[in-house]
Structure formats: C-alpha cells, structure tokens
C-alpha cells in the first residue's frame, strides 16, 4: 500500500479501535504473516478490535477504502485461511474471547468469535453440558475460526460438523451492517439459511462477531478401545465390520506404522511399535451400554484381525489413548524436520484402495507418507514429511500433495475434508467442482463481497481476485522453512 | 397478450382441465407443464421458461404446497415426477444419492432392506418427494433427536434458469470443499433453483423403539416435563404435547386433557433405561404415566398432523424453549395444540375466521427471538393473511441472492419470504 494511504487508513482505524489498537510497525505486523500452513505475506495494517460494532466499523471503513480484510483467530489454518495474500488489513479476536452466555434451559451458548473451542467446553463441564465439535488444535483454535472452516474433529463421526452444532450468527458485512441471522436461541428462523451458508465459508463473504452454538448433556460414560492390526488394509476392513453391525462409535481414528513410531516417540501413549495399524475407538453411553457396545466392538475387531484390542480401564488409561492421537501431528518432529499435511476424504469403503495408492506414490517417489486420520469418515490425513533445506523438496512435496487429492477425488471423495480450500487447494477444487458449480458460487459471494474485499485470494480457482478475474501481478513468497514439528498439538 | 397468445410462447404441455385443478396453487391454474427427465433435462426446462419469462411453480408430491404466499402469477407446472431413481447406494458408506422426484417413503423402504434409515420424517411419505422436502424444509417429529434436513443432506444438484446445473457438497459425510450450497436450497422453496439430486448421509435403524405416555391437567407441566428430557443425555427421539383433539385425531380415545408422548429409541438397554427417566419425570411434573404400547399409527397421525391441509388453517410458531409459556398463553381458546418442546414449536389448528387475530396475538407472544408462521390456509383466507411475518434480519441480502440466482424472478415468484 502506498505511504500516504496507509497512513491515512491507519488514523482511520485508530479511530474506531484506539490508538494501541491498530499498528502498521513493519516489525510488529511479521506476527501475523502466517498460519500453520507454509504459506505467507504481509499484512499493511493490524487491528485488534474489542466489539463487535468496532469490527463492522473496521470492516466499513476498509470496504470504502477499497482495501482487503482477512479475519483470524489462532491462525491455525492448515490450508492458509488467514494468511493476507492481498496484503491489506487483518483482524485478529484477541480481545473478543468471552462467552457471553450460558443458557442450559434452550441448550445453547452465546460466544465471541475469539472464544478457544476447549474454554467453551470446559465452562460447560461443571453443569453436565459440552460443545461437540473438538478438532485436535481445541486448546488453540477458537469458535470464530471453527465458524470459517466448518470445522470438524474426531468425535464428528457420530454428532456432526461446526454447521450442525451453530444456530446463529452475528456477520459484519462489507456495507457496514450488522446484522443477526439464523434463529440463534430458537431452532430456526425463516428466510434463507444464511447461518448454514455462512459456515464454511472461510471469511469470504462477512467477518463473524457472535455465535449461537447448540450444547449438549456429556455422555455418562465413554468407552475407548484400541485395536492392533497387522495393516492399515485390516484395519480399514474391520471399519466397515462395525459399521455394519450397527454400533455408531463416537469415533474410530486410524493410525499407520510410521505414525505409531512417531506418536510412541513423543508421548508413549501405549501403542505397539510393531503393529501395522492401530485404530482408536470410542462409544458413548449409559455405562452398562457403553460397556456391552465396548465388548461387542473388541469382539468384531478380534474377528477382523485384530491381534490385540485393549480397553482403557480409567479415565487416565482412556486419556493416555487419545493423547496419543491428538498429539499425533506435533509428535512427527520425531521423524522429520518438517512435514505437509492433508485433508482429504474418500467414501469409508475406498480407504483400504486409497491407502494402497498413496503408498504406491511414497514408494515412487521416495518421500515417506504417515496416516493418521478419522477413519470412521473416511478423512483422511496423509504427512508427507521432507526436509525443506533441501533444494526441490518442497515443491515435490506440493506435486504429492495434488496427486493424492486427485486420488480422494476420483474415488467420489472431496480435496478436504475439515480444514477448508484456504490458499493451498484453490486449484484442487477443480477436482470436485466443474466451472458451471464454481460460477455459482462465485456469483453467491459477490452478493455478499461485490468488490471482493473479504479474505480474498482463497477458496475459488484463478489466483487473486476470485473465479473469473485476472491472475494478481506478482506471486507471493513462499517460506523456506515451514514451522512445523514440534511444540503443541496444533493441528487437526 | 391474451391468455391464448401467451400459452402459445409458454414452453411444456398442455394439460387437461382436471390436470389443471389438482395443481392448482392457492386458486391459482397452470397453462402448461414441464415433466423433466434428469437435472440436465429441468436445467434446459427452466432455460426455456426463463426466456419467456414465464412463471413456475415446482412441484413434488404436493404435500407442501400450501405453504408460503399466494403466488403473483403462475403459467408452468414444473413437476419432478419424471425423476424418481435412487442414483447411488452405497449401504456400507452410509450414504446415497437420490433424484429430487423419489418418494420419500421409496426411498426409505430401499434403505430399510440394509438395516438403514433417513432419519427425517415428514409428513405424508408416500407422497412426499425427496426434493420436496428438502425445498420445504419439511420436518417431522424426530427433529428432537436427530436434527432437521440441514443435518443429513450432503450435496446437491440445482437446476437454475441460466439453464446451467450445478452442484455444490459432494458424497462423503464430512467436506468443506466450496460453500455450503445445501444450506441455501433447503427451505428456499425452490425460490432459487430447482433441487434435481440430493446426497444424503443415513444412519442405521436403532435397535429398539419404545413410547411412554402421560397425562397431564395442564399444558404447562407436560411443556417442562418434555423440555428437561431433552437436556438429557437419554433424550426422546421425539417428544410432543397435545391435547385431546389432537390424541382423538391420532387415533386414542382417551379423555385426557393433555398428554406428552414420548418416543424412545437407541440400544435396547438404552431404551429401558430411558423409559424409566422418561416415566420418573413425568411423575415428578404432576402427570399419570398411561400404558405403553401403542399402535405406531399414533406416531405416523401425529406427524402428519401438521401437514398442509385443504380446509385447515395451520399455525406454526418456532420459539426459544423457555419462550413456550409465554406463547401457550395466546394460544386461542378454539384451537387445537400439537407442540414439540425440545425444538420450541408449536402448532396450532385455528377457526378461519380468527386465524388473522389468533396471528397477531401469537407474533405479539413470540416476540423478537420467535416467529410464526402460516403453514397451511384455505384460498378464501390466505389473502388476508401475512404468511411469513415481518422480513428476518439480513432480507435485503436474501433478495440480493434471489436477484443473483432468478434474475427475472421465475421461480415460485412472491411465494416465500418478503414476497420473493
């Protein structure tokens, strides 16, 4: 942005957020040129608004300045959600994290977008309630950030995504408004359902200030299995032999051999270094249910290959099972400096073929693959690891990565599965939608976006300004080394 | 252009006089219709229709067509009865791909031969179409439990007046590839294209099913005992009060004031122990727990009790929870009551001739969390009615959609919200 302009801007927003609020310090801005993604750039200008109506006042006056927003939160984006492309303006909900209310009589919750997903659920704890969506990043990543995604996590499989639990939403539009939709405390409102639109929508078409979120009564007790299997092929197998029985698991999660090394490394969760595959299952329930389903599954999983199924016998056992797996991604630092994630989905009967694919492209390739992923929905996360020092591994690594989500598209699946298209798959959508499906869309958000000032640059096809528009001047530079392994559970 | 002229340009069939009256909407008569064969075949339709433009309505099974504003003209009949296959089955992948035209209950016997189940339950689904139900929003009692349509499709095909088709979701259970097109779609009463395909995930059928009963004096007692069972983890599958109108209607002959049935279902130990909470509770509010085995034509009655109907003006309000009492209290002395708790609604049978007072009283009641909506009203009366109430927040960017998607405005015209 020229000087001139940005100084302008700047006095701008200072006067909507205050003085401390607002900062173009090139040195203070670089904390906000990434996500957990590889993916950078600058923004001009950062603003930490405090209320809602600050934010719509922010967005406001960006919009008339012609310049682009990109909302973020914990910055945990897998797939560069909330890096700037376009430079411009990010918001960050530093100061917007509070729950507003607790309202157990209509089960539900009102939060800022700011809130971390696990606080909400450990303010509900003490009444008997949680929110059900966990991605593995809960203690990082927040509601507001969840709302851009549509967010997912292991206990998905049986209660469904972020859309299914959000009943309402606070937007600010780039007019200035702001406006409620959805039925936030009642079940639903009439009129479109924009709240559902909204959902996933990663920020391209308003900036979230407030959330209605359904709650629910914790289960009296979870029962969690582990399961040992010779491959991910037997594992995959014995999925769909409890699906069929009828059992509905709160969640199966798949680990492979190279996971398991990794994960065992790091946090000696129990798992067998000698297993080929390990599944984690778990069933809620009344506790003699939970108890007759936790026998019925280690029997169907002993009859399909399993050589060994181990159930936790306390909270401590079932805690040391699941550390295992959401500290699954930060445990791979284990095995190499640096590593790319995926997010891709199959149908949960083409795992076993898919699986047998993406190792066909390892043992090609000669970059080693590790799978670690909710198998009971087919999503999967292959971790291609690799070494960014190295000259050309990188960009090998990207040309794996399309490869694979080739692979999950051409088996009826999708190119991600909860962390969203962000910068990183806007040309893998191409693989599941046509351009008549991508018009559509791209005709929907500029209702809502008609200079495309939010978040732009993300989730559609053609780089730059959206869909139909011409590619941006110049690239943006990639990071040599991508901040990844290591340090806490951050992702997925 | 007279009316012989303008059904010379209008595209599709000429229908018989008697075709012409069982498709009649609101007083309203069809010149023609569009009967297409596949999404590609109702894309080409609406193109033609666009052109003209002429004003369509789409049909399903019909069991919803009274819902919504009378129409500000209606030329095409653009039925999705040529379009009824089950597209993909996959029972071990949970999910299916189905045309628009499919009867629902169809589709739900196909699912049945593998142990599986839509756990969406509208009324009428012999007649009821997939399609229909997802552009009506129709939802029935087990909405407590398992959620609306919102929660179990997963992709969509729409045919749009450009002519164009275009998807959006997919076919696994879990994507966020693109925006959330279904969302838009469900609800719209076909106001922004015409639904030709849906994904849906399914569960399997639970393993046990039971119904308890109580009877209470009051509505009130019944409305809590219902609202703290949906707070439990052993939370009914359904949960619905009504009064004895209503219990005559679904076939009991009970003198009860008001009774709370209760539908239970998951793992059978699961069951009993949600069938003793459910009894406890009961008792704990001050009502009689009554037999439990019932004909599961109680069930099928009250679902469809709520279903659109000839002669019958039909009343929903939808509010937060703790909201029923105060709308319990502008309930009309003459109206018949079925309410569902856990999901704030209630439903309401009123006299014609008060409907337009009993409206006012009951929008009053609900106020700015709640609405009310006209499900269902005679010709002679909906003119006199405000269907859907004041305009939601956010209607100047459901028009701008509207705009977007229908530029000469084809599509159910003045039918939904706000006259879009």
Request: charged residues 20%; contains cysteine; proline residues 7%.
């Amino acid at each position: 942005m020229e000087p001139a302009k940005l100084d302008s801007l700047l006095r701008q927003l200072r006067e909507v957020v205050g003085e401390r609020y607002a900062f173009a310090d090139p040195y203070e801005v670089r904390l906000y040129q990434y996500d957990a993604s590889p993916e950078t750039a600058l923004p001009d200008i950062v603003v930490i608004p405090g209320t809602a109506q600050e934010v719509a006042n922010v967005v406001k006056t960006c919009a008339e300045a012609g310049v682009p927003i990109t909302a973020r939160s914990a910055a945990s984006s897998l797939a560069g959600g909330t890096v700037p492309v376009e430079h411009g303006v990010v918001i960050t909900f530093a100061r917007m994290d509070q729950i507003l209310e607790i309202d157990i009589e209509n089960l539900r919750a009102v939060v800022q977008p700011g809130v971390v997903n696990l606080a909400l659920s450990q303010a509900l704890k003490p009444h008997g309630y949680y929110y059900v969506p966990d991605p593995s990043s809960q203690g990082a990543c927040t509601i507001g950030g969840n709302v851009g995604t549509n967010a997912g996590g292991p206990h998905t499989l049986l209660y469904g995504v972020t859309v299914n639990h959000v009943t309402g939403l606070e937007i600010a539009l780039p007019s200035g408004d702001l406006v409620q939709v959805g039925g936030r405390k009642a079940a639903e409102a009439t009129g479109y359902d924009l709240t559902g639109l909204l959902v996933g929508s990663e920020g391209t078409m308003g900036i979230v200030t407030r959330i209605w979120v359904k709650i629910q009564p914790l289960p009296p007790v979870q029962k969690t299995l582990m399961a040992v299997y010779p491959d991910v092929e037997t594992a995959s197998n014995a999925v769909s032999a409890i699906v069929g029985t009828g059992i509905l698991p709160a969640a199966i999660e798949m680990m492979d051999k190279l996971s398991i090394q990794a994960i065992e490394a790091a946090s000696h969760a129990g798992y067998p270094l000698d297993a080929g595959a390990v599944l984690l299952l778990e069933v809620d329930g009344i506790p003699e249910v939970a108890e007759e389903l936790g026998e019925r599954m280690a029997k169907v999983c002993r009859e399909n290959g399993a050589s060994e199924v181990r159930v936790a016998r306390s909270e401590a056992e079932r805690q040391a099972l699941w550390k295992g797996r959401k500290g699954a991604f930060s445990a791979m630092g284990r095995l190499s400096s640096d590593f790319y994630v995926m997010d891709g989905v199959v149908p949960r009967t083409k795992l076993p073929e898919t699986l047998a694919k993406i190792d066909a492209i390892s043992a090609r390739t000669g970059y080693k693959i590790c799978n670690v992923f909710h198998a009971g929905d087919g999503n999967l996360h292959p971790l291609v690891l690799f070494d960014a020092f190295k000259a050309g591994q990188y960009e090998a690594v990207l040309r794996i990565g399309d490869e694979i989500l080739k692979l999950c598209a051409d088996a009826g699946g999708s190119v991600t599965g909860e962390h969203g298209i962000g910068l990183e798959k806007r040309e893998n959508i191409r693989y599941v939608f046509s351009d008549d499906d991508l018009e559509v869309m791209d005709r929907i958000r500029r209702v809502f976006d008609p200079h495309l000032l939010m978040n732009p640059g993300k989730v559609f096809p053609g780089e730059g300004r959206g869909h139909s528009a011409q590619p941006p001047p110049s690239g943006y530079p990639r990071r040599q080394v991508a901040a990844v392994g290591g340090g806490d559970d951050l992702w997925v | 252009m007279g009316v012989e002229a303008r059904a010379k340009v209008l595209p599709g069939h000429q229908i018989s006089v008697e075709q012409q009256r069982l498709m009649s909407v609101d007083g309203l008569l069809p010149s023609k219709v569009i009967r297409p064969s596949d999404a590609q075949d109702a894309a080409r339709g609406l193109r033609q229709c666009d052109l003209v433009p002429a004003r369509v309505v789409v049909w399903g099974g019909g069991t919803q067509m009274r819902l919504g504003s009378v129409p500000r003209g209606y030329d095409i009949a653009f039925s999705t009865a040529g379009m009824s296959r089950l597209l993909e089955y996959e029972p071990a992948d949970l999910t299916c791909r189905v045309e628009a035209g499919m009867r629902l209950s169809e589709l739900q016997a196909a699912l049945a031969a593998h142990g599986q189940r839509l756990p969406l339950d509208p009324p009428h689904p012999q007649r009821a179409t997939v399609g229909g139900m997802v552009a009506a929003n129709a939802n029935g009692l087990s909405r407590a439990r398992y959620g609306t349509v919102r929660d179990w499709v997963i992709g969509i095909a729409v045919a749009y007046p450009s002519g164009k088709v275009a998807r959006a979701g997919g076919k696994v259970v879990k994507n966020v590839a693109g925006y959330d097109l279904m969302k838009l779609h469900i609800g719209a009463l076909g106001t922004l294209g015409v639904v030709a395909e849906v994904n849906f995930k399914i569960q399997t059928r639970p393993e046990a099913q039971a119904t308890v009963l109580g009877h209470f004096d009051g509505a009130l007692p019944a409305i809590g005992a219902a609202a703290r069972l949906a707070r439990e983890y052993l939370a009914p599958s359904a949960a619905i009060v009504i009064d004895r109108h209503v219990l005559w209607a679904c076939g009991l002959t009970a003198d009860w004031r008001w009774t709370l049935a209760l539908r239970l279902e998951g793992y059978a130990r699961e069951v009993d122990a949600a069938r003793d909470l459910a009894s406890r509770v009961v008792r704990e509010a001050g009502g009689r727990v009554e037999g439990q085995d019932i004909l599961a034509a109680f069930w099928d009655a009250a679902r469809d009790w709520s279903a659109p109907a000839d002669e019958v003006v039909l009343l929903r309000v939808i509010t937060p929870v703790v909201g029923l009492p105060a709308v319990m209290v502008a309930v009309p002395a003459d109206a018949q009551a079925l309410i569902q708790p856990p999901s704030g609604i209630v439903d309401l049978r009123v006299p014609a001739t008060t409907a337009a007072v009993a409206l006012e009283g009951l929008r009053g009641a609900a106020g700015a969390d709640g609405q009310v909506v006209v499900l269902s009203a005679p010709p002679s009366v909906k003119p006199s009615l405000d269907v859907w109430g004041p305009p939601p927040p956010g209607f100047p960017i459901m028009r701008a959609l509207k705009q977007a998607l229908d530029p000469n405005g084809i599509l159910n015209p003045g039918r939904f919200v706000g006259g879009i």
